[in-house]
């Protein structure tokens, strides 16, 4: 079945650029039909919206994060990736990946998120 | 920026119905997505496009959505029903995803 997983550091410093890759597994990422996106939810808050990406590349942000934020996606590996640049301790989160249907624009399937602390 | 405001919590006894509001401009001209998220996990969709249901999901769960105010609804509610379910929508305007805070749903 179709699966996404996030990697990357848990811990990143003040003022570091925090990566992480969400890896899918049961389907290749290079869909027309779907797009690819990555969520974050600081501890004990509601979900917000970083940004997506197509499998041609095109993205779209958050306004709010688009001055610190980039995603890109590797079609041969099946992966795409985030990286937030300048982070400080508002950037500490739980971070999903997820598909969209982009038909719906509906997040369908959650990796199982991680967490990422900014802190020294 | 678009908002979309959600009670904090709601409270249901089993087997009853609850009801949870998701609240924004216009909301009834977008499409309303809504999520179940138990503690340490993921979020689920359990209804997209105001009231369709992914497969897998109960036909307990329904949704609506018109004026101004969307709503999800729970019959014959169960303990494994409680959660955090926040809204969801596409503001095509700005081409940005917009996500509601979040109620907390308790089973008493």
């Known amino acids: 079945q179709v699966q996404l997983q996030e990697s990357g550091p848990g811990l990143v410093k003040p003022s570091e650029t925090l990566s992480l890759t969400c890896t899918v597994s049961?389907?290749?990422?290079?869909?027309?039909?779907?797009?690819w996106s990555w969520i974050r939810q600081p501890p004990g808050k509601g979900l917000e919206w970083i940004g997506y990406i197509y499998s041609s590349g095109t993205t779209y942000y958050n306004p709010s994060l688009k001055s610190r934020v980039a995603i890109s996606i590797d079609t041969s590996k099946d992966q795409f990736s985030l990286k937030v640049s300048s982070v400080n301790a508002a950037d500490t989160a739980v971070y999903y990946c997820s598909r969209v249907v982009g038909s719906t624009s509906s997040f369908e399937l959650w990796g199982q998120g991680t967490l990422v602390t900014v802190s020294s | 920026s678009y908002v979309l405001t959600q009670p904090p919590s709601v409270s249901v006894a089993p087997g009853k119905t609850a009801t949870i509001t998701c609240g924004g401009d216009n909301i009834g001209s977008k499409s309303v997505h809504w999520y179940q998220q138990k503690p340490g996990q993921a979020p689920v969709l359990v209804v997209y496009?105001?009231?369709d249901r992914p497969s897998g999901i109960p036909e307990r769960f329904s949704g609506s959505n018109s004026g101004n105010t969307a709503t999800l609804t729970i019959t014959r509610v169960e303990a494994g029903d409680e959660a955090d379910y926040s809204c969801q929508v596409w503001e095509s305007a700005t081409d940005y995803v917009v996500f509601g805070g979040g109620t907390k749903l308790t089973v008493l």
């Open positions: 049961g389907v290749s990422i290079n869909s027309h039909r779907h797009y």
């Open positions: 496009d105001d009231n």
